[in-house]
Each structure stands twice: as structure tokens, then as C-alpha cells.
């Protein structure tokens, strides 16, 4: 671990250049096309793809990873990691010039494998949940296009590239989250992603703004060879505004609450978009704008503020949660949490919340669609109050989410420990109280993960059997599914070491992500910091057995203050509308009154007044051709008169 | 006495009128002689290999800067806008020949055959409708080649009456809705002559200004008449009128208000290809004149001339885009858009220098291209008694083809000049010179007047697609391959254009250098 906080040291900060993509690596764009192409044919092609779409969306995903590797190993053997491809000029007015191009280089890579990796086998796994589905082609034809944009998301080159991919992300984010469009729950949910997206973006969107009106550039390299010239106050605003950017796309605290209501989508969407991939841009941002945020301390703070806020959130709520995907979502805001407080504590632990990214990626998308495989077993029932011994029926989707529960839960030698235990580390290093501030909340989201995850695990798959009536005999899913899930499984179990050894080295070929500020000494020593997470986190299964192995109440029993409150999501979404909506609506209708009656008024007077002189004046159009020519000779008069006038210099 | 000497004269510069002129005088002697039945056939590939051969030999002629016996100036300028005339004419000529959405064509051969009656259809089968079209048209493009080319007034007056004198007739030819074809011919045939008279008036005014020159003789020619302006000692009062008598002329063809009183009725009465013909290719030829004019001729008074011509620009921008509000034909409503128009082209002449020229030889194509393409939806929308232009029978035509209503929602938005078509990019191309040139003035009104303009369209388009179509809805008639190829060749031009104007810019800047 030492080596991993010293690494960076020995490359100091330089200008950032990018080589040219050349050779096999000038085929990059074929990763975004692929699968653009493979929707647009799905989306055209209509019913007459209905049969064998859905082997197109596989196989595009497939053939995009099967590139990613080789590009992947195409940029090992480079000695500057990092190629860009300029395809054209993408806006080009005045002083803005927007590159139309790709950055391939390790940062991009790792997200290039884990969006086609584990997008493969998500798609694959989509096939057989949504076999029964009328709408599968359409599923599959936005689920390409989500790869596609998400692709162009992290290989874009400048931040224009990179808000290109983030509208489409949230657009096949948006269609995918109501798919089920006719069920009321899900389109309101599709709603309210786009809602608190907005604002995320509107950030983003103003943030690229500023630095174009600062810098005069929106491409990567330029932006981070001179964001230091900056005055602090610029990066500050720059920085904040980055941040409300993937705050909204990665559901973190202000804009937390549509990330769990989005799992109205169909469960493959879940795994992959709200889990895996998607939500995970805000720290592929923060990660990418590595210089912005390191040039600023009290952004840092912000940050790693966000980061630890949010994943106490995410893990209290959780763990009063009885919908088996809303419990996994708001893991997934507590562990995005875990993310934002790495990205935040800057310098190597960067890389850690990359590492972290990687592995949540993986154990995450395999307990969606684990829970996706009990559902299917159960007839949709998504109530864990209603599961209970379901692991001598579901054996492998016992297993592997089983497999999931340990990595998640960060005990050794399982991925979570190699991936989380770093950020808590690294965030009881940080300088002074606030290191025990931060290193404490990591602490205790881990106590509180354990704690929640194996309430989760406990319910489902252990206990008496807390079934509905009509449920008799649940099956395990088909092989589509159950192979998928062994496969993310075999991830979940092994990928942490591997990338925790591996990628942190890779990364430092990243811009910015080599570059590191001089490391504290942590506040306690690392085995302390190790034994201490280890036994809360003993402390939460514990607890959590103790409590749940004897199943629990099928509804929902009165509760103290701290349960009702994280039943109620801590009354996040009450502020929300008491702060936001309420006034938001009152503003609306104000504004409604003032353009109904003033602004409309004014316009409408004026279109009366054009229309009413239009159709007086129409009059003068006689058709007589004595009158046309009388009214020629008027102007003749005028004119010469006028050039007269000018001659006899009247008008000087 | 001196031995008679032959002025030098470049015949490959002026081969592309000398072509276009020796196609019209084949295609009288076709009409003439060959027989009925094939006079279709032989004139209309006849017309297309002539304007092919001009424009070949314009690009031959790229480079080429002279002036030939006098009175002929082969320019940049001239050589954009003759090229810009053919091709345009080109599609023009292709849906002047379109057979196959109507038996015989939209052109009728003798006016005492009623539409529709069985000596009508006699004739369409027999003759394969009118040949006299082709050389008509083939005359005018002739004549509009000169008139760009002109190098002093009186070349310039012979060919405004050269291209003008088959477009009077071309007018009256409409098969149906003769009687509205006819009036159209005549209205527009009376004033035509009416301000020629006036385009006349002023040219004898400017030849007696230049006879205050002291050390060369009087002329109208165009660097005589730029040497006067400075320095002849006779009446500035004839210098103005001069000027203002000889603009007034000009701004008569290119419909600049208030002597654009023609427009609507004959662009309403003449058979619709002929009207997308004067749309493009007239404006192209009176433009291409004013441009001369003025850059050339008169350059040395721009400051007394540009606010009266600013005033008549904003004055055509305001008269199109309020009287294209209540229009209720289609027709009608495209010639008030072709009024605003003239009015922004106008605002490309007055501005400065290089890039004003430049910007106005584009706004010109590019127009060209759009309007010829708008005409040729209009031939299209039909019912039983050939065009349907009342704007009530387009309501709810997105449901019944929404394909052309489409594709006409796509001219109109060009006309609106929103981004990424060809309208933007020739706004952007004349308001920006202007600004550069201290016009604000006339942009704010070029500005004002495209928001005012931007509704009659967006009228149309929310007729198209908003309404139910009714029992009136026409149909739209499948065209054949030569509208097909026009329409194709309008709207591609017209994307193409609003996406990268770059090459065909740079081209006008290129050429953006009259010789004097």
C-alpha cells in the first residue's frame, strides 16, 4: 500500500501531450461506431429485426470488447500511453474550435473494458430476461446506443466530446428507465432522472462554458496545461460546477434521489447503466479533470465532503430498504460515495477510486442480476421481506451473489478489500481533524455496508420462507443468465487483487493522474486502520445474522426515529420539495401569469398590429396595372428626389 | 485615311453567350423545321447541351481577366454569376421540360385552345406540349449572360431587353389558368417597358455628366462614367439623376420595393417553372448588374447612394415580410419571400469591399438553389385541375405525402434561414459584411424582418403538419426524373451549403475582382 502512495511521486507535474493515434490504434472510432451502427439498425429496421436483433446488440457489444482488448494492448507497448485521433473539425466558429476526436489512453481504456466487458455479459444475460419482453428489439437498440454513447463519454478528447456522450448516456439512460412506459411508477421515474439530470448538466454545460471563456479551449490537454494559470476564484467556480455535473449523472448528495427511483427500468438496465457504468461518469469527470480539482484545495473538500455525505446517506437508507433493488441502488450511491471520496483526496487515491470504480463495476452488476435472476424465479416479486431460503432453490444465483455480498462488504481476499480499504486508508491520511472526519465516516459506511448487505443476503437466501400464495416452486434462471452471472461472479471474487495490483501503475500514464502532492502521515497506522475496518465490518455481519436469520416481519412494522427517517430516504426528498418543488412550481405558475398576460400580450399585440397593416396594406395591391405603374413612378420621384437631396447635401 | 483596324476580340471569353445565343437561333429554326412530335425530344437536350457547354467553357475561362472590344467584361464576378446563371437555369430548363407529371407539360402552344378541351389533349399527345419555350429561355439566358457581363450602359440596356423580352412571353404561356398567365405577361410586359424607359432616361443623363470630362471623350462606359464621378466638371445634378434613373431600372427586375408591384401578380400568373426560372436566374442577372454597377461604375459616390439604396433595401425587406403575412397562394407567398430577399441581397451590395461582393455572389446561388427547389414542390401539389396554390388546400399535406411536405418544410426553413441550411450561411454572409462595413442599420432591419418573414412560413409548415388533411387536400403527383433531379440538386445544394459553405465562399471570394 506504501508503494502504491509514493509511486506517483517520481513524475512530476510536465506540459500534458498527447501522441497521434496512428496504425492499429487509428481505428479507435470503430468502438463508438459499432455499436451506434447496431442501434440505428435495430431502431430502423423495426419489426422486421424483431427475430434476431437482439444478437446484434450481443455481438456489437461483444466485437467492441474484442477491439478494446486489442487497442488495449496496442497502447501497452507505446511509450507515451496516450494516443489521440482527430477525426474533423466538430464546431469551428470564430475563436471556439471544438475537435471532433478521441483520446485513447489508460484512463479511457480500464472504462473502455469495463463498459464492453461487462456490458457484454449484462447484454447477454438481457437476452433471456427479456426474452418474453414484445419490445426486446427496442430494448436492445437503446441499450447499444447507451454503449455507444458511454464509449464516446470516456474517448472524447476535449469536454464538448465528453457532454456529447453525457446528453446520450441520459438519453438512453431516460428511455431505458421508462422502457415500461405504460406503468405510471416508471415513467414518472424516467422523469424525474431527466429532472434532477438537468440540473446536473445545466452545471456541466456552464461549467464547459467558463472554461471556453476563460481558457479559449475545451480540449483536454490545453485546458489542463493552463488551468494554473487560473485565478483561484475561476478554478473554484470551474470546479463546483464540474462537480454539480457528476453529482447529477452519479446520484450524489444534493442530487441523490433519482438513482434509486430509476430502478423502475427492467433489471439488465439496473446492472448495467445505474450501476455499473453510467453512474459511475461522474467520477470518470472528476478523475479525467484530475488538474482542475488538484489545483484547488477547498474543492477538494468539497468533494471528499460530497463523497463522505453521500455514502453515510447511501448506507444509512439501505439499510432500512425492503425492495431488493433499492437496497442495491442506494449501495450503489453509498459506494459511488466511496468513489467521490477518492477522486476528492486527490493525488494517488485517484487511482484507488478508479480501482474501486473497476471492482464495484463488477460485483455490483453481478448482485442486479442476481437480483434480477430471484425475481425471475419469483414472479417479479421484488419485496425481500417476501424471500427467505431461496439458496437451496437457486443455487448458482445463491453463489454468485453470495460472491457479490463478500467483495461488496470488503472482506479479505475479496475485491472490496483491495478496492475499498485503500480510500479508507487514504482518507484517515488526510490532513489534520478532517482526516479523522473523513477516515471515521469511511469507517463507518463500512460497518453500515456490511451491516445492510447481509440483511440483504440473509433475507433472500437464508431463513424461513416468507412467500406470497401464488409463488410455489422457484426455479433457477436459464444458463443465458446463470453463465453471465457466474462470470461476474469469478470477477467479483478475484478482479480486486489483480486490479488493485495492476491498474494504479497503469493509470499513472494518465494525465494529471501521476501527478501527486506531498503524502501525510495518516492518523493511524495502516494495520490499525486494516483491523479496525476488518471488525466493523465483523460487527455489521454479525449484527445483522444475529438479527435476520430467523427472517423478519412481512410488512412493516412501527420503527424509531432513525428507521422511519431512512425509510423516508432521511427526508431528502421532502427538502427537495419543499426547497425546490414548491417554490419551483410557484415560480412556474407566476411565470405562466406574467407571459400569459404580459409577454404574450406584447407579442400578440404586435403580431395583430403586422397581420391587421399586413392585411390594410394588402389593399394597395390592386392588380391594375395603372396603379402599379403610378405607384413605380412615386418611388421613381422619391428616389431621384431622395438622391437629389443627398446630392444638395441635406441630409449632411 | 487610316487603315481599318479589327479590335481584338477573345472569342473562347465569349463563348459561353455565343453558344448560349447560337442554341437559341438552332432551336428557332428546330421549331421551324423539324417535325411536331419531335420537337420535345431535339429541343430540350438541345437547351441542356448549350447551357453545358457555356458553363464548360466558363470554367475554362476561370481564370481569365479581360475586357473584350469594350463593351464585354470578363471578370470574376462575371464569370461567378454567368456560371451561377447556368446551372441554375440548368435545373430551371429541367422542370420547364418535365413531361410526365402532366400529358403535354405545364406550357401550351396556342392560346385559343381552352386547358383541358380535346384539341388540348390533341396536342399535348401530338406535340408533346409548346417548343417554343426552349428558345425562349435559351434567348433570356443569353441576354442575362450579357447583361452580367455588360461593360457599359448601353450593353447593358440592350441585354436587360434581350432577357426581358422572352420572359414577357414565357409568362403567358401557362397552360391553365391562361387568362391569369396572360394578364400576368401583359402587367409585366408594361412596366417592364415603363422602367426600362426610366433605365434609359437615366443613361442619357449620365452620358451628358461624362461629357464634363475634360481629357477624354463622353461615354457609358463603366470606366469612363467611374472617372467622371470624381472628377467631371459638369452638373452633379445629372450625375444623381443619372444614377438614381438608372437604379431605379435595375431595381425594377430585381423586384426591390416600391417597383416590385409586378412580382406577385406575375410570379402568381406565370407557368410555375418559368416563375422559379425569373426567381433564381433574373435575380441572379439584375444583381449581378447592380453589382457592377455600383462597384464599378459609381464606386466613387458610395456615400451618397448607399443611404438612398438603404432606405429602398430596408423599405423591400419590410414590404416582403409584412405582405407575406396575410398571403393566402403559395405563389404569391414565395414572391413576397423573394421580395425580403431581394431586400437582403440589396444589403449585400451596399456593403464594402471584397467580402460584401462575395457575400451577395453566394446569398445569390444559394437562393437560387432554394427557390428553384420550392417551385418545383409547387408543381408537384396538384389536383384534377393542374396546381393546387391556395394555402388552405396544403392544410394537412404532411399527412397525406410526408415526404414533399418534408422536404418543402426544409426549403421553408431554409427560407427562414435557419442553421444548417443554405438561408443561414447567405444571411451570415451579407449581414456580416455589412455590419463589418458600419450597416448596422440594415442588419437590425435584415434581423427584424427575418423574424417578421419567419412566421408566413412556419405557417405553412404548421398547416402542413398540424391539420387534418381535408376532402381538398390535393395529392402530390409523383415527379418524374427531371423534377426529381431539380428537387434532388435544390434541396441537396441547399443542405450542403448550410453545412460547409466553405468551398463555394471561398470561390466567390476568389472571383470577388471586377476588371474596369
Redesign the interface.
Known amino acids: 500500500m506504501d508503494e502504491i502512495l509514493t509511486y506517483a511521486q517520481a513524475a512530476p507535474a510536465e506540459t500534458i501531450s498527447f501522441g497521434t493515434a496512428d496504425g492499429l490504434l487509428s481505428s479507435v472510432w470503430l468502438l463508438v461506431a459499432i455499436p451506434l451502427v447496431s442501434a440505428a439498425v435495430l431502431l430502423l429496421l423495426g419489426k422486421r429485426a424483431d427475430r434476431w436483433g437482439h444478437w446484434l446488440g450481443v455481438a456489437a457489444v461483444g466485437t467492441a470488447f474484442v477491439l478494446g482488448l486489442t487497442y488495449f494492448f496496442g497502447l501497452r507497448s507505446l511509450d507515451n500511453k496516450s494516443v489521440e485521433l482527430s477525426l474533423w473539425d466538430f464546431i469551428a466558429v470564430g475563436g471556439l474550435h471544438v475537435d471532433f476526436g478521441l483520446l485513447f489512453d489508460p484512463l479511457a481504456g480500464v472504462f473502455v473494458l469495463l463498459i464492453t466487458g461487462v456490458g457484454f455479459l449484462i447484454h447477454l444475460y438481457a437476452v433471456e430476461y427479456m426474452a418474453h419482453d414484445p419490445g426486446r428489439r427496442r430494448f436492445f437498440a437503446y441499450f447499444n446506443l447507451f454503449v455507444a454513447a458511454m464509449l464516446l463519454l470516456v474517448l472524447g478528447n476535449n469536454y464538448v466530446m465528453l457532454y456529447f456522450g453525457w446528453e446520450g448516456v441520459g438519453l438512453a439512460s431516460y428511455l431505458l428507465i421508462s422502457f415500461w412506459y405504460t406503468k405510471p411508477a416508471a415513467a414518472t421515474a424516467g422523469k424525474k432522472a431527466f429532472l434532477m439530470n438537468r440540473v446536473g448538466d445545466a452545471g456541466l454545460a456552464i461549467g464547459i462554458f467558463i472554461m471556453f471563456a476563460t481558457l479559449g479551449t475545451t480540449q483536454y490537454d490545453e485546458v489542463f496545461n493552463n488551468v494554473g494559470a487560473l485565478a483561484g476564484g475561476a478554478v473554484l467556480v470551474l470546479g463546483l460546477l464540474l462537480l454539480l455535473g457528476a453529482a447529477g449523472k452519479s446520484g450524489q448528495f444534493p442530487l441523490q434521489a433519482w438513482l434509486p427511483d430509476a430502478m423502475e427500468g427492467p433489471t439488465p438496465v439496473s446492472a448495467l447503466i445505474h450501476a455499473a457504468t453510467m453512474v459511475t461518469a461522474g467520477v470518470y469527470l472528476i478523475a479525467r479533470s484530475n488538474p482542475i480539482f488538484s489545483a484547488n484545495h477547498t474543492l477538494q473538500l468539497v468533494v471528499v465532503s460530497v463523497g463522505a455525505l453521500t455514502l453515510l446517506l447511501g448506507a444509512i437508507i439501505g439499510c432500512a430498504k425492503d425492495d431488493i433493488k433499492r437496497v442495491l441502488a442506494w449501495s450503489t450511491v453509498s459506494q459511488i460515495g466511496y468513489m467521490f471520496l477518492g477522486v476528492g483526496l486527490g493525488g494517488a487515491a485517484y487511482a484507488l477510486a478508479i480501482v474501486h470504480l473497476l471492482a464495484h463495476g463488477f460485483f455490483k452488476a453481478n448482485m442486479f442480476l442476481g437480483a434480477g435472476s430471484v425475481m425471475h424465479g419469483m414472479k417479479d416479486q421484488v419485496d425481500i421481506r417476501r424471500f427467505g431460503g431461496l439458496s437451496k432453490y437457486m443455487k448458482i444465483t445463491w453463489l454468485t451473489f453470495g460472491a457479490g455480498w463478500l467483495a461488496i462488504i470488503g472482506l479479505p481476499p475479496f475485491s472490496g478489500f483491495w478496492s475499498k480499504e485503500p480510500i479508507v486508508l487514504a482518507a484517515f491520511a488526510h490532513e489534520g481533524w478532517s482526516g479523522w472526519l473523513f477516515g471515521g465516516a469511511a469507517l463507518l459506511g463500512a460497518g453500515l455496508t456490511a451491516f445492510y448487505m447481509t440483511r440483504l443476503f440473509v433475507l433472500t437466501f437464508h431463513g424461513p420462507k416468507r412467500w406470497t400464495e401464488e409463488i410455489e416452486h422457484p426455479h433457477e434462471s436459464p444458463p443465458l443468465m446463470t453463465i453471465p452471472l457466474i462470470l461476474l461472479g469469478i470477477g467479483s471474487l478475484g478482479a480486486g487483487w489483480l486490479l488493485a495490483t495492476s491498474v494504479p501503475d497503469w493509470l499513472t500514464a494518465t494525465a494529471g493522474l501521476g501527478v501527486l502532492e506531498e503524502s501525510h502521515e495518516g492518523a493511524l497506522s495502516h494495520y490499525a486502520v486494516t483491523a479496525l475496518a476488518l471488525t466493523v465490518t465483523a460487527l455489521g455481519v454479525v449484527l445483522a445474522w444475529f438479527l435476520f436469520r430467523n427472517g423478519t416481519a412481512t410488512t412493516q412494522q412501527p420503527a424509531g426515529v432513525l428507521v422511519t427517517a431512512a425509510r423516508k430516504n432521511l427526508y431528502t426528498d421532502t427538502v427537495n420539495e419543499a426547497v425546490f418543488e414548491k417554490p419551483g412550481i410557484f415560480l412556474t405558475r407566476a411565470l405562466v401569469y406574467l407571459d400569459n398576460r404580459g409577454i404574450d400580450g406584447l407579442v400578440n399585440g404586435l ?1 395583430a398590429g ?2 391587421g ?3 390594410r ?2 389593399r394597395l ?1 390592386t ?1 391594375f ?1 395603372r396603379s ?2 403610378t ?2 413612378l ?3 420621384l ?3 428626389a ?3 437631396a ?2 444638395a447635401g441635406w ?1 449632411a | 485615311m487610316n487603315e481599318f483596324v479589327l479590335p481584338p476580340i477573345d472569342y473562347a471569353a465569349l463563348a459561353p453567350i455565343l453558344i448560349m445565343m447560337g442554341a437559341a437561333v438552332i432551336g428557332v429554326l428546330v421549331e421551324a423545321f423539324v417535325p411536331r412530335r419531335l420537337r420535345h425530344p431535339v429541343q430540350l437536350p438541345l437547351a441542356l447541351l448549350a447551357l453545358l457547354a457555356a458553363l464548360t467553357m466558363v470554367v475554362l475561362n476561370a481564370d481569365k481577366r479581360v475586357i473584350t472590344i469594350g463593351v464585354i467584361a470578363i471578370d470574376g464576378p462575371t464569370l461567378f454569376l454567368q456560371g451561377a446563371i447556368l446551372v441554375l437555369a440548368a435545373m430551371a430548363l429541367l422542370l420547364v421540360g418535365e413531361r410526365a407529371i402532366e400529358r403535354g407539360g405545364a406550357f401550351v402552344a396556342q392560346a385559343a385552345i381552352t386547358a383541358d378541351s380535346p384539341d388540348d389533349r390533341r396536342q399535348a399527345e401530338r406535340a408533346g406540349g409548346a417548343g417554343e419555350v426552349y428558345p425562349l429561355v435559351t434567348f433570356a439566358v443569353g441576354g442575362m449572360l450579357i447583361f452580367v457581363s455588360a461593360n457599359d450602359l448601353l450593353t447593358m440596356f440592350i441585354a436587360l431587353e434581350v432577357f426581358s423580352l422572352p420572359l414577357y412571353l414565357l409568362c403567358a404561356l401557362a397552360r391553365r389558368r391562361r387568362l391569369l398567365s396572360q394578364e400576368a405577361a ?2 409585366y410586359f ?2 417592364g417597358a ?2 426600362s424607359a ?1 433605365f434609359l432616361f437615366g443613361l442619357a443623363m449620365i452620358y451628358g455628366f461624362t461629357a464634363g470630362l475634360g481629357d477624354r471623350a463622353a461615354g457609358v462606359d463603366f470606366a469612363t462614367i467611374h472617372a467622371a464621378v470624381t472628377t467631371s466638371t459638369a452638373s ?2 445629372l ?3 443619372g ?3 438608372v ?2 431600372g435595375l431595381l ?1 427586375k430585381a423586384a426591390a ?3 416590385h ?2 412580382t ?2 406575375v410570379y402568381q400568373g406565370a407557368p410555375t417553372p418559368v416563375t422559379g426560372f425569373m426567381a433564381a436566374c433574373t435575380k441572379v442577372a439584375a444583381f449581378g448588374a447592380l453589382l457592377r454597377v455600383f462597384h464599378v461604375a459609381f464606386e466613387g459616390a458610395r456615400w ?2 448607399t ?2 439604396l438603404g ?2 433595401a430596408v423599405l423591400t425587406m419590410l414590404v416582403g415580410a ?5 398571403q393566402t397562394d403559395i405563389k404569391r407567398l414565395l414572391a413576397y419571400s423573394s421580395i425580403a430577399n431581394a431586400g437582403y441581397l440589396l444589403v449585400g451590395v451596399l456593403a464594402p469591399g471584397r467580402d460584401g461582393l462575395s457575400g451577395t455572389m453566394f446569398y445569390l446561388v444559394a437562393y437560387g438553389f432554394t427557390v428553384l427547389a420550392a417551385f418545383a414542390v409547387v408543381t408537384l401539389v396538384r389536383d384534377a385541375d393542374g396546381e393546387a396554390t391556395h394555402l388552405s388546400r396544403w392544410a394537412g399535406l404532411g399527412r397525406r405525402s410526408p415526404l414533399y411536405a418534408s422536404v418543402f418544410t426544409f426549403i421553408l426553413l431554409a427560407f427562414a434561414g435557419i442553421p444548417l441550411t443554405s438561408g443561414f450561411t447567405s444571411k451570415f454572409a451579407v449581414f456580416g459584411p455589412a455590419l463589418a462595413g458600419g450597416q448596422t442599420w440594415l442588419v437590425i432591419a435584415g434581423v427584424l424582418t427575418s423574424m ?1 418573414l419567419a ?1 408566413p412560413y412556419l405557417r405553412v409548415v404548421v398547416m402542413m403538419w398540424l391539420s387534418e388533411p381535408g376532402d381538398s387536400t390535393p395529392t402530390v403527383t409523383v415527379p418524374g426524373g427531371l423534377t426529381s433531379a431539380a428537387l434532388v440538386i435544390g434541396v441537396l445544394a441547399t443542405l450542403v451549403l448550410g453545412v460547409a459553405p466553405a468551398p463555394l465562399l471561398d470561390l466567390a471570394t476568389g472571383a470577388a475582382d471586377f476588371v474596369r
Open positions: 403580431a403586422v397581420g397593416g399586413s392585411g396594406l394588402r395591391q392588380g396595372v402599379y405603374a405607384s413605380i412615386t418611388g421613381a422619391l428616389v431621384v431622395a438622391f437629389l443627398v446630392q441630409f | 401583359m402587367k408594361l412596366l415603363y422602367a426610366f452633379p445634378v450625375l444623381f439623376a444614377m438614381a434613373l437604379a431605379i425594377f420595393a416600391p417597383f408591384v409586378w406577385p401578380d451618397d447612394f443611404p438612398v432606405a429602398v409584412v405582405f407575406a403575412v396575410t417578421v412566421f
